[in-house]
Every structure is written in structure tokens, then in C-alpha cells.
């Protein structure tokens, strides 16, 4: 995958004030571990998707903290942005989908806490700089870093921008660069901090760029891709190939180096079949009933969208829904947006 997307570059963009103490974290193990788990949920492993550049989650929680740090300029919102994603496992929500959690794609996160409070290194780290990990394990409490659907949120802004980049070209740096200009904290319908733009341009650009992409998560491509690995990762522990807990060690690449390796030998044909499809597969058919000779998903998958405050004339903050026809048909759009029953693949 090449692209000319400019990691280093975009973070000078979402926080040009670098947070020096940052360093010292980002050497943690904990959290080095980050860098070989995709932002793309496995979609990088499969001919299915051409995404553009690879982005981990590491990048991702550099994102965030960044953005935090550049509206906040608070340590601890920062580090709780920073480790916001610190339980992710491999492929990321894939496991959420093995889990029988493709609705909601929490259930990797209920020991987020745990393994913060676990952790020596960091936690030495941490009790060096007068932080209490109770002030960081759970970026939920502070509204920049994260809060609820619609709204607009570090963790929302931050992973739209580089998704979209990879999966579809829609943004460039130079396009960040001006969307991202335009972000101010504003006060929502709660009297609460959250992120919102300055420009009615600024907060459509982002919208539609947001459910462009959104829709391909919606899509059977995306469902089946996902299903498709978790399914593989179900086999492979059930084999024995892999314990569940080294997919919160071991990063992708190496995962995908020894499942290529145990398809090869054929050591399983049921293994085999779903790995070789997934490593192959280049088209989904659409159907409203399973298609024989085929892999075929049905499901509910988590609906990501945004509804923007945007900065009216009087100083005040309004949803985008209320203010633009064009925002309120966009998102609505996406909301009524169904693919076909079923997504199918032909085996391999």
C-alpha cells in the first residue's frame, strides 16, 4: 500500500503545539503494541478493499490526544485520549464481530480499565507524574475526547479524517488542513464542551465526507469482511493455531504470516476454506436469500454518523440538521441507507 498521505504531517495539523511529555508514554509497550493493529478493522489483509495506506491505532490514539491537547491543553484528558483504545485487539472490532457484537462493537472495551491498572510500566509512569490511573482509564467522562452519537467528539473527528483518506481519497492533507481550521469548542443543547465548527462550509464538508464513508462500513463488503475474520479467528482458536489472548500481543502482520502459512499446509479444509476466501475474494453479491457455494452474511452493523454544532451569527451553537437542508438530507440519507439481506462471496 503507497500513498502520499503524510502521517507526520497531519498530526502537526490536528495539534501544532507538540506535547513533549507525550514521549514518554508513546515509548510504553503497552502502547507501542498499538502499531501493528489497523484502524481498518482487517480490511488491509484482503483484495476485497484497496486502502490506500496503512493507519494503527497507534496513529489513531496519537490523533486523538492530539486534538485534546490542541482544545484542552490538559495532561490528563490528553493521556485518556492517548489510551482510549489500549484494549483493541487485533483487526480491532473483528473480534467484536466474534464476539456476536457487530451492533454495537463495545465489547473489547470492558477491560480498558483493567489492563491500565495492570501495567507496571505504565503505571510507575503515570505515579511519577502525580497521575491517578483512575484520572485516565476512561476518556467517556471528558466530552472533547469522546461522547455520545451524534455529537462531535476527538475520537469521532480524529478517525473520519485518515479513514476517509484510505478508503475512498476523500480528504488530503491540504483539505484537513482547512475542515480542521474551522473547529472551536462550542457549548451543545446540555451546556456541555463539544467540538463544533465555525463554518456552515466547514460543518457540510465534513458531514457528507463522514457519511460517504460511514455508508462503506454499512455496506455487505464491510460485513462480510468482517464476519469473514472473525469467523477465521474463531477457527484458528478453536485449532488451537492461537489462543484469543495473543490477539492482544501478537500485531497483524505476524498473524497474517502464520494464518497464510497454516492455509498453505492445508492443515484444516475449514480453516483453509475461509482464510483462502478472505485473502482472495474481490466482489460481493448482493441477495435477499443465502446464495448456494457461497459465504453469505446477514446482519445489523453499528450506524456511524455525526450531526455537527455548527456557530450561528448570535454566538450560539445549532445542530447542522437545523440549519442546512442539504446537512439534514445527508444524514438522513445515511440513516434510511439498507444494503441487500444478504452480502455473498464464492469460496475460494
Not at 25 to 43: A, E, H, K
Not at 146 to 157: F, H, I, Q, Y
Not at 198 to 220: D, G, H, P, W
Amino acid at each position: 500500500m503507497k500513498s502520499n498521505f503524510d502521517i507526520e504531517k497531519y498530526h502537526s495539523i490536528l495539534c501544532p503545539d507538540y506535547p513533549d511529555f507525550l514521549d514518554s508514554y508513546l515509548r510504553v509497550l503497552l502502547i507501542q503494541r498499538l502499531s501493528g493493529v489497523g484502524l481498518l478493522c482487517g480490511t488491509d489483509w484482503t483484495p476485497l478493499f484497496h486502502n490506500k495506506f496503512f493507519y494503527s491505532r497507534l496513529n489513531h490514539s496519537i490523533g486523538v490526544a492530539l486534538i485534546v491537547w490542541n482544545f484542552t491543553h490538559d495532561k490528563k484528558q490528553t493521556l485518556a485520549g492517548l489510551v482510549h483504545d489500549i484494549a483493541t485487539p487485533a483487526f480491532s472490532h473483528v473480534v467484536d464481530f466474534m464476539n456476536g457484537d457487530a451492533s454495537t462493537q463495545e465489547s473489547t472495551e470492558a477491560s480498558t480499565k483493567k489492563i491500565i491498572n495492570e501495567d507496571i510500566e505504565l503505571s510507575e509512569l503515570l505515579f511519577s507524574q502525580g497521575i491517578y490511573k483512575y484520572e485516565i482509564d476512561d476518556y467517556h467522562k471528558y466530552p472533547i475526547a469522546d461522547n455520545e452519537v451524534p455529537g462531535l467528539s476527538a475520537d469521532r473527528l480524529e478517525y473520519m479524517y485518515p479513514s476517509g483518506a484510505a478508503l475512498e481519497g476523500v480528504w488530503t492533507i491540504e483539505e484537513i488542513a482547512g475542515n480542521y481550521s474551522q473547529i472551536a469548542v462550542l457549548k451543545n443543547e446540555k451546556g456541555c464542551d463539544e467540538l463544533g465548527f465555525v463554518s456552515l462550509e466547514a460543518a457540510l464538508e465534513y458531514t457528507e465526507k463522514f457519511c460517504r464513508i460511514s455508508r462503506i462500513l454499512q455496506k455487505n463488503e464491510d460485513k462480510v469482511a468482517m464476519q469473514l475474520m472473525a469467523d477465521i479467528l474463531s477457527r484458528a482458536i478453536e485449532l488451537h493455531y492461537i489462543m484469543e489472548e495473543d490477539l492482544y500481543v501478537m500485531d497483524e502482520s505476524y498473524l497474517i504470516r502464520k494464518f497464510d502459512n497454516i492455509a498453505r499446509r492445508r492443515l484444516d479444509a475449514e480453516f483453509t476454506k475461509l482464510y483462502s476466501t478472505f485473502r482472495t475474494m474481490k466482489e460481493v453479491v448482493g441477495s435477499d436469500t443465502p446464495i448456494s457455494g457461497a459465504y453469505c452474511v446477514s446482519l445489523n452493523v453499528k450506524k456511524r454518523y455525526v450531526n455537527p454544532l455548527v456557530k450561528n451569527s448570535s454566538g450560539t451553537a445549532e445542530r447542522l440538521s437545523d440549519v442546512s437542508k442539504e446537512g439534514r438530507e445527508c444524514i438522513d440519507d445515511f440513516l434510511n441507507f439498507k444494503d441487500s439481506r444478504y452480502g455473498c462471496v464464492y469460496w475460494a
